[in-house]
């Protein structure tokens, strides 16, 4: 049995998530946990590395989760061994960055093959152009279906696919963000749960109700007029959708750019601290 009477997180800065950290390590196969803290309204991001994927499913049920994100703002995110090297190797900035050396806190010594650690910037550089635009080249290639299901005149499609477009927009947003992806939410959930992370999301959807959004209900009633037959083209309506989706592409662009320009400056801090060490 693994003995953490003595681990300590002091850069957590909160007794509550340590004895959950304590109690993790000694009850699942944790290879590492990393911790970075960002200013407001940013989530800080809190990281467990575990052997298994059977272990993150369990443990993304916890109440805690949640509990923690709601009242110290900062995301829990579980990640398994191969799926965190894929995730590098195809370049994936949120990876990059919050899993580097320098944000570990834990790290289990018995596991030491398992163990993660970021490369150089400049090799790693070009896997993340590659992850970027690979993002814009599938982006491109479903605004161009919409181009010509609009020419064609089939409104209710155009909607339908404005929708996957949307959805693949915020699983962009949410990777960039949270490190995880909602694919079994519903639109409206995923932009709410968004929302918390990045506030502006709400001015380019406005709400019908507590649970609903303009544009997603909008969404529905072309699956619906579809399958009856019907058709809802209104101009206004193709304008708003793109109006959206147009700012979901722009946050995305803004957190690809922040997000390398923060992985850059570790990797120069790093880098100067090797040398300095060897002077």
């Known amino acids: 049995m693994k003995t953490t009477a003595k681990l300590l997180f002091p850069k957590l800065q909160n007794e509550y998530i340590a004895n959950i950290l304590r109690q993790l390590v000694r009850q699942h196969t944790i290879v590492q946990i990393f911790f970075t803290r960002e200013p407001s309204p940013l989530f800080s991001q809190l990281i467990i590395h575990t052997e298994k994927n059977a272990s993150v499913q369990e443990l993304r049920q916890s109440k805690w989760v949640a509990k923690v994100k709601n009242q110290y703002q900062i995301n829990v995110c579980f990640v398994y061994s191969s799926k965190l090297h894929r995730q590098y190797a195809l370049g994936a900035p949120f990876t990059a960055f919050y899993c580097r050396p320098a944000a570990v806190i834990y790290q289990n010594e018995e596991l030491?093959?398992?163990?993660?650690?970021?490369?150089?910037?400049?090799?790693y550089k070009r896997k993340l152009n590659v992850y970027q635009n690979n993002f814009y080249h599938d982006h491109e290639l479903q605004k161009w279906q919409i181009k010509n299901l609009m020419a064609e005149g089939a409104s209710n499609s155009v909607f339908t696919s404005y929708a996957r477009l949307l959805e693949y927009d915020l699983q962009c947003l949410e990777e960039l963000y949270t490190g995880n992806t909602c694919n079994t939410l519903s639109l409206d959930e995923r932009i709410r749960n968004l929302t918390a992370c990045i506030p502006e999301i709400q001015k380019y959807f406005v709400r019908n109700n507590r649970n609903q959004y303009f544009l997603t209900a909008l969404f529905e009633k072309a699956k619906q007029a579809a399958s009856e037959g019907d058709a809802i083209y209104k101009?206004?309506?193709?304008?708003?959708?793109?109006?959206?989706?147009?700012?979901?592409?722009?946050?995305?662009?803004?957190?690809?750019?922040?997000?390398?320009?923060?992985?850059k400056k570790e990797s120069s801090k790093k880098h100067s601290m090797i040398k300095s060490k060897y002077k």
Do not use: H, P
């Open 112 to 123: 030491e093959e398992a163990v993660f650690s970021t490369g150089e910037w400049k090799k």
């Open 235 to 263: 101009d206004e309506m193709y304008q708003a959708v793109e109006n959206s989706e147009q700012n979901l592409l722009r946050l995305a662009t803004e957190r690809f750019d922040e997000l390398k320009k923060q992985i």
